[in-house]
Nanobody
Framework: EVQLVESGGGLVQAGGSLRLSCAAS????????VGWSRQAPGKERERVSC????????SYADFVKGRFTISSNNAKNTVYLQMNDLKPEDTAVYYC??????????????????WGQGTQVTVSS
């Protein structure tokens, strides 16, 4: 069974850090694009960061550049999102997704791939 499982969310004060993990089972990330997206209450889902597991290319939304870092551990078949200097506006459910098809020329997966169940990140002011 193909599955993505996110973990690492929680409650943190503004300025704090969290590291999210996305563990894959039933497949390997080798030739995939992997992405992190988030959705806040009452808002549309937005892309946060992506990584091409083929060549290591990464991308970040402007609102997280310089604060978030995407990385991977191939041996653990896991992708991470290190989030530093968190702000209250980062509060959302964070989702991991993966696909073998890429969204245009970006290192991001298309929405048709696999998605995790999400992990809640809450940043208090």
């Amino acid at each position: 069974e193909v599955q993505l499982v996110e973990s690492g969310g929680g409650l943190v004060q503004a300025g704090g850090s969290l590291r999210l993990s996305c563990a894959a089972s039933g497949f390997t990330f080798d030739d995939h694009a992997v992405g992190w997206s988030r959705q806040a209450p009452g808002k549309e889902r937005e892309r946060v960061s992506c990584m091409s597991m083929s060549d290591g290319a990464t991308s970040y939304a402007d609102f997280v550049k310089g604060r978030f870092t995407i990385s991977s551990n191939n041996a653990k078949n896991t992708v991470y999102l290190q989030m530093n200097d968190l702000k209250p506006e980062d509060t959302a459910v964070y989702y991991c997704s993966a696909a073998t098809s890429y969204d245009g020329t970006t290192p991001c997966p298309t929405d048709s791939g696999s998605w995790g169940q999400g992990t809640q990140v809450t940043v208090s002011s």
